[in-house]
């Protein structure tokens, strides 16, 4: 593991090896998720879902998008579009969600 | 000499990072537009639990699961084709941008037999079955259309972009030392990679 890591931050050595595991990591969280659908866990399965997707988003920006290598410039730019986002879902609950 | 001037001269005029931040920003705009939308689609779900979960039955879960395996693997083969050209594999590269043009279109072919099917089942918007249903149903399914709508047109997008790169690589124009656009078309690629991994569980796994 150690030795792919090494590998992707060192920009001029790509591997086809490494991004192949990140999509077999991604289809199993696929899979997981709608495995779990099927089960009734009332409100967490939203959550659930929800955080699922979180995680596959988190590998494909930091990896197919390669944000990991990418200088800190990009990984703040791409924090604060996601925090104005998330101001927006919270303002938002803030309203609806106590109906 | 001469070749060291030239190279020179050749990096002035290009900044890399630059583009790739100016693909970022871009990007973003895409994730207001969508995440206006995910905001509406909370704001309804809340409001008419019970009905998002009758009308989300609907909707055939192992399409979205296939549509799901076809989108992640194409972020993959455009990710790899990055990889091929930079090695300065100029065949492979091009093999897996056609790879991800033809899953691209495999995801059309699917969306469009998906909406078909909803179509001869009188669901679409404004259609009597539609409306003769709740306001849940209703907002259901208009945003199911007008979402996954969106979404497909920038697959399609997305694909044209793909082709160009396609292009570009054939001519040589994108090669070994000058990749940045094909990087630039696949962040496009995966931001709807990634917009239709939250429309997936949220339309067709509430059930």
Not at chain 1, 59 to 78: D, G, P, S
Not at chain 2, 45 to 58: D, I, M, N, S
Not at chain 2, 145 to 158: E, F, K, N, Q, W
Not at chain 2, 170 to 198: C, M, P, Q
């Amino acid at each position: 593991m150690s030795g792919e890591h090494l590998e992707i931050t060192v920009e001029h050595k790509p591997t086809y090896g490494f991004y192949i595991l990140i999509w077999l990591v991604l289809m199993m969280l696929t899979g997981v998720t709608v495995a779990v659908a099927g089960i009734n866990f009332g409100n967490i399965t939203i959550a659930t879902a929800l955080t699922i997707a979180i995680i596959k988003s988190y590998l494909v920006l930091t990896f197919f998008m390669h944000l990991k290598t990418e200088t800190a410039t990009f990984k703040i730019f791409v924090g604060v579009a996601l925090l104005f986002l998330l101001i927006s879902i919270a303002l938002l609950f803030s309203d609806y969600s106590f109906l | 000499m001469s070749s060291i001037a030239e190279h020179t001269v050749e990096h002035i005029h290009r900044d890399d990072v630059g583009s790739r931040l100016g693909m970022w920003l871009f990007l973003f705009t895409e994730l207001v537009l969508f995440g206006g939308m995910f905001l509406v689609y909370a704001v309804y779900r809340f409001t008419y639990p019970h009905e998002f979960h009758v009308a989300a039955k609907e909707l055939n879960t192992s399409v979205g699961a296939l549509n799901t395996i076809i989108l992640l693997t194409s972020s993959l083969t455009i990710v790899l084709s990055i990889i091929a050209i930079r090695k300065n594999n100029k065949f492979l590269s091009v093999f897996f941008q056609i790879f991800t043009m033809v899953l691209a279109f495999g995801f059309l072919i699917n969306k469009y037999f998906e909406w078909n099917i909803k179509i001869h089942h009188g669901i679409f918007p404004g259609s009597e079955i539609l409306l003769a249903k709740g306001n849940g149903e209703i907002l259901f399914f208009g945003l199911y259309y007008v979402m996954t709508g969106l979404h497909a047109l920038h697959v399609g997008i997305g694909m044209l972009l793909i082709e160009v790169m396609t292009g570009l690589t054939i001519k040589g124009r994108i090669n070994s030392t000058n990749y940045v656009r094909l990087e630039a078309a696949g962040l496009y690629w995966h931001l709807v990679d990634i917009i239709w991994i939250f429309l997936f569980p949220l339309f067709y796994l509430i059930t």
